[in-house]
T-cell receptor, first 116, second 114 residues
Framework: AQKITQTQPGMFVQEKEAVTLDCTYDTSDPSYGLFWYKQPSSGEMIFLIYQGSYDQQNATEGRYSLNFQKARKSANLVISASQLGDSAMYFCAMRDYTGTASKLTFGTGTRLQVTL | DVKVTQSSRYLVKRTGEKVFLECVQDMDHENMFWYRQDPGLGLRLIYFSYDVKMKEKGDIPEGYSVSREKKERFSLILESASTNQTSMYLC?????????????FGDGTRLSIL
């Protein structure tokens, strides 16, 4: 069974600083995908970034980058130059490519608070 | 842009009632999903559907059923609502054959069972 672990229930970061949100995963499948989502207090889930298990380079999307260490089974999200609007819950998720549909398994999330 | 629309943002029902949560997507996605979100537990998959009239149980299907009569619509049914089903419910949709495509979520329904 697949498992996602996010060990930081809450994090604080000062505006304009960089922050790393941790995510480790466990799977026996050689082919998988890792996703990060942001959930503001309003509730909607916003897709941020994707990393495939066979991708040679770490994914980047604007201020978001993914520190993918396959041997360690970790996929940490790095947010550079934090902004007040980055305050939200962040979820790491892994896609399962077996079966009839590509299901996602989610971690328990990290609440990020950006301070002045 | 993909649009996933959930029928209600907030819903209050009584124990024993039959509750319907509706979800519609406008991007012709094959897959649709229902999750519930509880503090400290993340998102847990209740049911999903990979085609019209096709459904599969997720991790926590007990007390729920689903219906998918049309490709764009996926309904979650609480057969006899109980207080432990008070939660945030999220619907999502995705394509089957594109590995890097994310699931797209609706805004969620905060359901309270009194």
């Amino acid at each position: 069974a697949q498992k996602i672990t996010q060990t930081q229930p809450g994090m604080f970061v000062q505006e304009k600083e960089a922050v790393t949100l941790d995510c480790t995963y466990d799977t026996s499948d050689p082919s998988y995908g890792l996703f990060w989502y942001k959930q503001p207090s309003s509730g909607e889930m916003i897709f941020l970034i994707y990393q495939g298990s066979y991708d040679q380079q770490n994914a980047t999307e604007g201020r978001y980058s993914l520190n993918f260490q396959k041997a360690r089974k970790s996929a940490n999200l790095v947010i550079s130059a934090s902004q007040l609007g980055d305050s939200a819950m962040y979820f790491c998720a892994m896609r399962d490519y077996t079966g009839t549909a590509s299901k996602l398994t989610f971690g328990t999330g990290t609440r990020l608070q950006v301070t002045l | 842009d993909v649009k996933v629309t959930q029928s209600s943002r907030y819903l209050v029902k009584r124990t024993g009632e039959k509750v319907f949560l509706e979800c519609v997507q406008d991007m012709d996605h094959e897959n649709m999903f229902w999750y519930r979100q509880d503090p400290g537990l993340g998102l847990r998959l209740i049911y999903f559907s990979y085609d019209v009239k096709m459904k599969e149980k997720g991790d926590i299907p007990e007390g729920y059923s689903v219906s998918r009569e049309k490709k764009e619509r996926f309904s979650l049914i609480l057969e006899s609502a109980s207080t432990n089903q008070t939660s945030m419910y999220l619907c999502a949709s995705s394509r089957t054959y594109y590995r890097n495509q994310p699931q797209h979520f609706g805004d969620g329904t905060r359901l309270s069972i009194l």
